[in-house]
Each structure stands twice: as structure tokens, then as C-alpha cells.
């Protein structure tokens, strides 16, 4: 462990951002009177707004959709604030409806913030890591407080449970911090570079959770090289985006970089965070297939939502623009999202043969018993018939014969076979089968 590995905790660097992620449970629909907009937060760039139809440009329609929804039907609201606590500063606030087909409150609150001191101890804060300080986002800045009567943060239980927010921190080195800068636009950058990257993405220092010089971040899938001047790096809990050029001030190329973090590039991370709650829905629903005994329509409704899934939310390809395409693969890398969805769709496929061949037992079963009943009574109504026999005693003794005999037929193996399979096609407990 190197100085400079140690030095990023006391690191104020030239700008910093951070934008923290909270599940929330949606109670209402954010309204005008209490200060919220349609679409996300338009962050301004000179005479660049970012609003809904600057940022749907950038994505595919279908991406877009998912992201902002439409005029008619928004799923995303934001509403400007200016609020500073223990040296944080509130930018504004963003809400993004995840509904998912069992819970429909389901949303996102997206909380942007402006830093006074170093990033990486506010970091290390909000993931309660062992010497870290106290919990920032508390007081005025408590997400509770900021969401009362329309949302309230989910208590990190259940199929959408996460330990702690997610966080996407941005920060610019100064001339002087050349741990993190490359010696010239063509080098190599220093190992310590992808260190401190590791840090601000773990919200870690060395001492939290201390690197194997083996597994190296800049050999992991998970980072994304935007362009000689700055990279990202995306982890389960975290994104971190670090220039790799000192950082001049206002006008140098990094004020469009931290515009990009906090919009376009943080939006492929929003899509790849409704992806994971949605497959952790799918997967949740695999697991009680056979908790009801109506197997069949279980599985057409869990082939239905996998398809709305699919044509909806299931983008691995975002834009035209790679970075946002890196960071959606990165964080879907991280979170083994690929791995899962086909895993899920093997499983959906099985339980449907298995549907398949349970309809084709019952339908067999079906005409297994015409067959049983009908030819004893359908022999001795011919041989009556053959006769001329009109007789109703002859009739009704006829009929009994056929009952006895469909009786003794149903007793046989193949008669059992055939009643079987008719209970089999009713009951999926009868099929043995949970895994």
C-alpha cells in the first residue's frame, strides 16, 4: 500500500459530484404544487439543457421510453432543490417509476449533490464501512424526509433489496495529483490511476477492502475507458467516473464530462437498475411456479412477463454513442444480468415442455376414458341392434352389462394408466415436481 494509494481520503480535486440512488416505494404521482416536473433534471450547459427531448435524442426510441416515458404517460419527475448540510449541497431530485408487473410502487429516487470537501470519506459514509464517519445523509438530506407523502425508502428487504444506495461519483484531479494523471495524452496510465478509481466505485480505501494486486481493475470488463482523459469504473454498489488530465476550470473540456455523468451516462446506469429488479422479479417467479396447484396458468403468465420484459427493458444496446453502451454492458456484468435472463429463459422453457406434456397426458387420459366407456356400451347396443331387440328390459340390462364392464376395464393397468393421467394433468403436486 503506497502513499498515493493512502493520499485520495484527504483528495479534494478540482470538481466533484455525486448522485445517490434510493428504492423508494411510489405512493403518488409527484405533482406540480409541490414543485415537481415532468421528465429528469435538465442540467444546463451554456445554451445545453438536458432535458427529455435533448436526452431521448441520444437513446434509442425504446430505451428512451423506458427511461422517460412519454407525454401522455411520464415515468420520470424531477424538482430542483438547495439545501446544505455538513458539506453537502443538494442539488435537486429525480423520480423514476420502475413498476414491475407484482409491484407497482415500485420507483427510484435519483438525489444529486455537490461536495464542499474531499469525495471518497462522504463515500466511504454512506457505505458504513467500519472508520468511516457518520451517515451523510441524515437531518434535511435524509431521503425520508425529502420524499414525505410521496414515496418512502424500501427497508433493504425482499426481491429488491440492496444494503446500502447506490452512488455515481465524479471527480477531476488538479496538475498536482499525479497519481491519477497520465504523463502525456499517448502514455500508459499509472497503476495508481485504476487504484484510486477502485477506491471511489468501492467506496473503499485500502484499508476497507485492500486490492489483490492480481485481480487489477483495469483488467476487469467493468471498466470502461471513455477517452484519454477520463475512464469509469462500475460496480455492484458503486460507479465512479476520474479525469486522467489535470482539470483548468470552468470552460476545460470536464465540465461536459460531469454534465455526461450526470445524465446520459447515469441514465445507462438507471437502465441496467431496472433490469436487475426486473430479472430479480423473473427469478423470484420461477422459484413459485409449483406453490399452486394451476400449473398451466403459472406459466403462461410467467411467459408473458418474461416477453414484456424482453420487448420492453432488455436493451444491451443503448445508442450510437459507445460509453453509454460500455457502462449499460459493465453494470449488466457485474450483476451476471446475461448469465441470469438466459438462465431464466432455459427454466421458463422447461416448465412449458412440462406443461406440454401434461395437456398431452390429459388429452390422452380424455380419450382413454371414451374408449373405456364407449365401446362396452357401443358393443351392446350393435349386438341389440344386430337382434332387432326392442326390448327396454334388454335395454336397461344392456346398460349395466357396459357399466360393469367400463368398471372391470378401469380396474386394469391400462385403465389406471388412463385415470392417472387425467390427475396428473389437474394437480402439479402429483408431478413431483419442485427443484
Same mark, same amino acid.
Given at each position: 500500500m503506497t502513499a498515493a494509494d493512502l493520499a485520495l481520503e484527504?483528495?479534494?480535486?478540482?470538481?466533484?459530484?455525486?448522485?445517490?440512488?434510493?428504492?423508494?416505494?411510489?405512493?403518488?404521482?409527484?405533482?406540480?404544487?409541490?414543485?415537481?416536473?415532468?421528465?429528469?433534471?435538465?442540467?444546463? *450547459?451554456g445554451s445545453r439543457r438536458t432535458d427529455t427531448a435533448t436526452r431521448s435524442?441520444?437513446?434509442?426510441?425504446?430505451?428512451?421510453?423506458? *427511461?422517460?416515458?412519454?407525454?401522455?404517460?411520464?415515468?420520470?419527475?424531477?424538482?430542483?432543490?438547495?439545501?446544505?448540510h455538513e458539506g453537502l449541497h443538494l442539488v435537486g431530485m429525480e423520480i423514476l417509476r420502475t413498476a414491475t408487473a407484482r409491484n407497482s410502487q415500485h420507483a427510484l429516487a435519483v438525489v444529486h449533490f455537490a461536495l464542499e470537501g474531499p469525495l471518497l470519506p462522504v463515500l466511504r459514509a454512506i457505505g458504513h464501512r467500519p472508520t468511516a464517519g457518520p451517515e451523510p445523509l441524515t437531518g434535511p438530506l435524509d431521503p425520508t424526509v425529502l420524499l414525505d407523502g410521496i414515496a418512502d425508502v424500501r427497508d433493504g428487504t425482499g426481491t429488491f433489496a440492496i444494503a446500502r444506495p447506490y452512488t455515481v461519483a465524479f471527480m477531476t484531479p488538479e496538475a498536482h495529483h499525479t497519481?491519477?494523471?497520465?504523463?502525456d495524452p499517448e502514455a500508459l496510465l499509472p497503476p495508481t490511476a485504476d487504484r484510486w478509481l477502485w477506491q471511489l466505485a468501492s467506496r473503499s480505501n485500502p484499508g476497507d477492502l485492500p486490492l489483490?494486486?492480481?485481480?487489477?481493475?483495469?483488467?476487469?470488463?467493468?471498466?470502461?475507458?471513455?477517452?484519454?482523459?477520463?475512464?469509469?469504473?462500475?460496480?455492484?454498489?458503486?460507479?465512479?467516473? *476520474?479525469?486522467?488530465?489535470?482539470?483548468?476550470?470552468?470552460?476545460?473540456?470536464?465540465?461536459?464530462?460531469?454534465?455526461h455523468a450526470r445524465t446520459v451516462y447515469l441514465d445507462a446506469l438507471l437502465l441496467g437498475s431496472l433490469q436487475r429488479d426486473h430479472i430479480d422479479e423473473l427469478t423470484e417467479e420461477l422459484s413459485e411456479v409449483f406453490d399452486s396447484e394451476r400449473l398451466t396458468r403459472r406459466v403462461t403468465a410467467l411467459e408473458k412477463n418474461i416477453a414484456r420484459?424482453?420487448?420492453?427493458?432488455?436493451?444491451?444496446?443503448?445508442?450510437?454513442?459507445?460509453?453509454?453502451n460500455g457502462?449499460?454492458?459493465?453494470?449488466?456484468?457485474?450483476?451476471?444480468?446475461?448469465?441470469?435472463?438466459?438462465?431464466?429463459?432455459?427454466?421458463?422453457?422447461?416448465?412449458?415442455?412440462?406443461?406440454?406434456?401434461?395437456?398431452?397426458?390429459?388429452?390422452?387420459?380424455?380419450?382413454?376414458? *371414451?374408449?373405456?366407456?364407449?365401446?362396452?356400451?357401443?358393443?351392446?347396443?350393435?349386438?341389440?341392434?344386430v337382434l332387432g331387440d326392442e326390448s327396454v328390459s334388454h335395454l336397461l340390462v344392456a346398460l349395466g352389462l357396459s357399466v360393469a364392464a367400463t368398471a372391470a376395464a378401469l380396474t386394469t393397468r391400462y385403465g389406471r394408466l388412463v385415470l392417472s393421467s387425467?390427475?396428473?394433468?389437474?394437480?402439479?403436486?402429483?408431478?413431483?415436481?419442485?427443484r
Open positions: 484527504t483528495v479534494t480535486g478540482a470538481r466533484r459530484t455525486l448522485t445517490v440512488l434510493v428504492p423508494v416505494r411510489l405512493h403518488r404521482t409527484p405533482a406540480a404544487d409541490a414543485g415537481w416536473a415532468p421528465g429528469p433534471y435538465p442540467f444546463e *450547459l435524442r441520444y437513446f434509442a426510441p425504446a430505451a428512451a421510453r423506458v *427511461l422517460y416515458g412519454t407525454p401522455d404517460r411520464p415515468c420520470r419527475w424531477h424538482r430542483p432543490f438547495s439545501v446544505t497519481p491519477a494523471l497520465r504523463p489483490a494486486p492480481e485481480s487489477a481493475p483495469h483488467h476487469d470488463a467493468s471498466t470502461v475507458r471513455i477517452s484519454a482523459d477520463w475512464s469509469a469504473l462500475v460496480l455492484r454498489h458503486g460507479a465512479a467516473f *476520474l479525469g486522467h488530465r489535470g482539470d483548468t476550470g470552468d470552460g476545460d473540456f470536464y465540465d461536459f464530462a460531469a454534465l420484459f424482453r420487448s420492453t427493458y432488455w436493451r444491451q444496446h443503448l445508442t450510437a454513442h459507445g460509453p453509454a457502462l449499460l454492458l459493465a453494470f449488466q456484468h457485474q450483476h451476471r444480468l446475461p448469465e441470469r435472463f438466459a438462465e431464466i429463459l432455459a427454466e421458463a422453457a422447461d416448465y412449458s415442455r412440462l406443461v406440454q406434456t401434461l395437456e398431452s397426458q390429459q388429452i390422452s387420459g380424455a380419450l382413454g376414458v *371414451l374408449t373405456v366407456l364407449g365401446l362396452p356400451l357401443g358393443t351392446a347396443l350393435g349386438v341389440l341392434q387425467l390427475r396428473g394433468g389437474g394437480r402439479t403436486r402429483d408431478t413431483g415436481g419442485r
